[in-house]
């Protein structure tokens, strides 16, 4: 099965910094990533994602780029505001009826005010 | 429109009680899973249900068993509960081609 790998574990910026999160995956099949973000106690919530199809997308001060040679894709966070503090996954998936999620170990992220 | 239920939210357990998670979505999705979250590890994802009438094992399935009841239900049983199984609890559902779904979580301490 798919192996997704999660780095670093834990991330402290200053507010207005960015923070970067990286992956990667092993089954070249794999060809959709979305990234959730997990507020203490909360469920995870999606907040981007990327088909295989796309290198970048963005949304707002978020964005997700992804290297499918190298099988690694990316979330990045600019201008960093304190509301960002919060556990950050990624996963790897084969778009399609009945298809396993496969997560990253999260990314503890705090903005230091 | 609720999404993703679950109940219950917080179940203390005695070693080798038995209780079952329950779970329904209200989107007209084919698959649902049921994942545990414990510190450092992620998400891990124990059964899940392709579409009604199927189950298979994820990755840590022992000691639990599911059954899919229809499209909008999928229930979570621990037969005889173990300390190892105190846990978060995350149900969630997935229509095709789409991103998952979670319930709000339930936490169990198994003493």
């Known amino acids: 099965g798919e192996n997704v790998e999660q780095h670093p574990s834990t991330l402290s910026v200053q507010e207005g910094d960015s923070a970067v999160i990286k992956c990667t995956y092993s089954?070249?099949?794999?060809?959709?990533f979305p990234w959730y973000k997990q507020e203490l106690g909360k469920r995870p919530q999606l907040i981007i994602d990327?088909?295989?199809?796309?290198g970048e997308k963005k949304d707002q001060r978020i964005a997700v780029t992804l290297n499918k040679t190298a099988k690694h894709f990316s979330l990045h966070i600019t201008e960093t505001q304190p509301e960002d503090s919060a556990v950050y996954f990624c996963a790897a998936s084969i778009i399609g009826k009945g298809n396993q999620f496969y997560f990253g170990t999260g990314t503890s992220l705090t903005v230091i005010p | 429109n609720a999404g993703v239920t679950q109940t219950p939210k917080f179940q203390v357990l005695k070693t080798g009680q038995s209780m079952t998670l329950q779970c329904a979505q209200d989107m007209n999705h084919n698959s649902m899973y049921w994942y545990r979250q414990d510190p450092g590890m992620g998400l891990r994802l124990i059964y899940y249900s392709a579409s009604e009438g199927t189950t298979d094992k994820g990755e840590v399935p022992n000691g639990y068993n599911v059954s899919r009841l229809n499209k909008r239900e999928f229930s979570l049983r621990l037969e005889s509960a173990a300390p190892s199984q105190t846990s978060v609890y995350f149900c969630a559902s997935r229509h095709s081609g789409n991103t998952i779904y979670f319930g709000e979580g339930s936490w169990l301490t198994v003493v």
């Open positions: 089954d070249s099949a794999s060809n959709y």
């Open positions: 990327i088909r295989s199809n796309v």
